[in-house]
């Protein structure tokens, strides 16, 4: 049953982190960015880490219900489904946050200019948003 479930995790996680590379790889070709094979693989990592993080948080607030210790908070929507527009609208929290977290890696890691990391940023913000949470919960639930 561990590596069912341990096996599928880790394929998301692997098939999230090659999702970051490919937008990450498009993005560059498209911005004309030079970097090289460590950067990206290191820029992904953190990408992947902390979007996953953002992720997570943005189901547990809207969705589901976040225990950390004695913190418990009751979550945005009681039931999915029950308004349908203004839940799809919360998929631009984690879009502005992926953005925000790509465009200071981007700076940062890559040494990109301002103009650069805003496009890499944004695009990485609407490529790498948690659409299939929001559809799953939505639509397939």
Not at 31 to 54: D, E, M, Q
């Amino acid at each position: 049953m561990f590596t069912l479930v341990g096996g599928v995790g880790l394929l998301g996680l692997a098939f999230d982190y090659f999702w970051n590379y490919l937008i990450l790889f498009l993005g560059l070709r498209w911005l004309h960015f030079s970097v090289s094979h460590r950067r990206k693989f290191i820029y992904c990592l953190i990408v992947t880490a902390l979007g996953l993080l953002i992720d997570w948080l943005y189901y547990e607030l809207t969705w589901g219900y976040l225990v950390l210790g004695d913190l418990r908070v009751a979550p945005v929507f009681e039931r999915a489904g029950l308004q349908p527009a203004l839940e799809f609208a919360t998929i631009l929290i984690p879009m502005v946050l992926i953005a925000a977290v790509n465009f200071g890696t981007a700076r940062l890691l890559l040494r990109m200019s301002l103009r650069q990391a805003a496009i890499l940023g944004a695009t990485m913000g609407i490529f790498t948003a948690p659409w299939l949470i929001t559809v799953f919960v939505l639509f397939l639930d």
